[in-house]
């Protein structure tokens, strides 16, 4: 989680980054509670859909099924351990892809040191 939040690359959350943090685990908390209606705190990886776009994540169908078989147990249902572990990945992928991308257009360019740097921290 802090490696993923990490926006100056200190390897520790500063307060302004611990806030960021909090206040996004509570927005997805929320969102995970109006799901899991029995309160059993899994939600089903068909919810999980809807949950991921719910906080602003759109992705394609190949994408969703990434997450299931990554954040799913054998019954397709997602805890709210693995929702917030993928919420956050997900934020964090998000943020860096957005850094370089300069000019806006949803194409980034990385030399084989920047992509390196991008996935050996996260």
């Known amino acids: 989680m802090i490696a993923l939040m990490d926006t100056d690359g200190t390897g520790k959350l500063n307060l302004q980054e611990f806030k960021h943090l909090w206040q996004k685990i509570k927005a ?26 719910d906080a602003g994540f759109h992705l394609n169908n190949q994408l969703y099924d990434i997450i299931a078989m990554r954040y799913a147990d054998e019954h397709l ?35 084989v040191l920047e992509w390196l740097q991008l996935t050996l921290y996260s």
Request: net charge negative; charged share 30%; proline share 0%.
């Open 28 to 53: 997805w908390q929320l969102i995970f509670k109006s799901y899991d209606k029995d309160k059993s705190c899994t939600i089903s990886s068909f919810e999980m859909r809807n949950a991921v776009n």
């Open 77 to 111: 249902n997602i805890d709210f351990d693995s929702y917030i572990c993928c919420f956050v990945r997900l934020e964090g992928m998000f943020r860096a892809f957005n850094a370089f991308d300069k000019d806006g257009d949803g194409i980034i360019k990385l030399n």
